[in-house]
């Protein structure tokens, strides 16, 4: 039996019917050469049986939590990051898992080498193809080192590329504490990226440390029109903590919105549930209704999307 009674830190992995991946995440962490850290299961199938195998490893730094309700992952994200006990905070999804076995030791490393400014450091993954067993080191990050938070929440996925999941960041857990994360209905990787970035900068490395999955089952190709409204509306509560306002907030709300809405449509073969997102362009002003049209006219690549901007009626 391992102890660990002061952990350096907290790894949260949302759970659902997934076993086989949970327990290759499991299994990864537990390879890493850092000892002190705890990993919060947060099981999301009230009828789940994870709990006997978890029990059996007979490893006290794996905590397990079973949902007495399906609540969903941003819940679990929330119920986890108030377990957690250490300084710094990993949000890990059951599906992906680490390669690097001194990821943990080389993120401890970088916090007390960079700016205390920093909220959050990332890191690269490659991208393995469940299909064809194939790895990959699409979407990679294109800036490395300190990036200033006002130019990373300017440029993000615009210019500067995003983490690949949250997987591969260490945040510090005051400063996630500190921009009230755990007061956001519908907790993504997205919205604690920006969250984080509210408090604090962000720090960028070039290596790799794991892989995502990608499989027939991953999340984002079962994203509802409901989903994304929760999404727009969070990014709607940040362009009001951001450390600009005016007209530069309102443009980074309609770049950040129509970056929610394209991914919808490039997601789905078919626009017939998407009134909730009709509606909630409608709900909101001329300017970001127009901005966020042309801004899906220049890139407008799929018939779903061009079928969507014909049914947008500009006038409200």
């Avoid at 978890?54 to 992952?73: A, Q, T």
């Avoid at 690269?124 to 938070?149: P, V």
């Avoid at 890139?299 to 999307?305: P, S």
Wanted: with cysteine.
């Amino acid at each position: 039996m391992t102890t660990n009674s002061f952990p350096k830190l907290s790894i949260i992995i949302p759970t659902f019917r997934r076993k086989d991946y949970l327990k290759q995440a499991i299994n990864s962490i537990l390879q890493q050469n850092e000892e002190s850290f705890e990993i919060i299961v947060v099981d999301d199938d009230p009828k789940s049986i994870n709990g006997q195998w978890i029990d059996e490893m007979d490893d006290v730094r794996v905590l397990y939590h079973v949902n007495s309700n399906n609540s969903g992952p941003g819940y679990c994200r929330k119920f986890g990051l108030e377990m957690a006990r250490a300084p710094y905070v990993i949000f890990m999804d059951d599906d992906d898992f680490y390669t690097d076995n001194n990821f943990f030791k080389k993120s401890l490393k970088l916090f007390s080498d960079v700016d205390e400014s920093v909220a959050f450091i990332a890191f690269n993954a490659y991208t393995f193809d469940e299909e064809t067993g194939s790895y990959s080191k699409s979407g990679s990050l294109n800036r490395q080192g300190l990036i200033e938070r006002r130019l990373l929440l300017k440029k993000f996925m615009g210019g500067i590329t995003k983490p690949k999941s949250t997987f591969t960041c260490v945040f510090k857990r005051l400063k996630l504490l500190e921009s009230r994360v755990v007061d956001v209905k519908m907790l993504n990787d997205t919205v604690i990226y920006f969250r984080a970035l509210t408090v604090g900068n962000a720090y960028f490395s070039s290596e790799y440390i794991g892989s995502y999955r990608l499989h027939k089952s991953n999340i984002s190709k079962t994203l509802s029109a409901d989903f994304i409204v929760e999404n727009l509306n969070e990014k709607v509560a940040i362009a009001g903590l951001l450390p600009f306002s005016g007209m530069s907030a309102q443009n980074w709300l309609a770049k950040q919105a129509y970056v929610s809405i394209q991914y919808f449509y490039n997601e789905n073969q078919s626009v017939e549930n998407d009134q909730p997102i009709r509606r909630w362009l409608f709900n909101n002003n001329m300017y970001i209704r127009i901005n966020i049209w042309c801004r899906l006219q220049i890139n407008a690549r799929k018939r779903n999307i061009k079928c969507l901007m014909e049914r947008l009626d500009l006038q409200g």
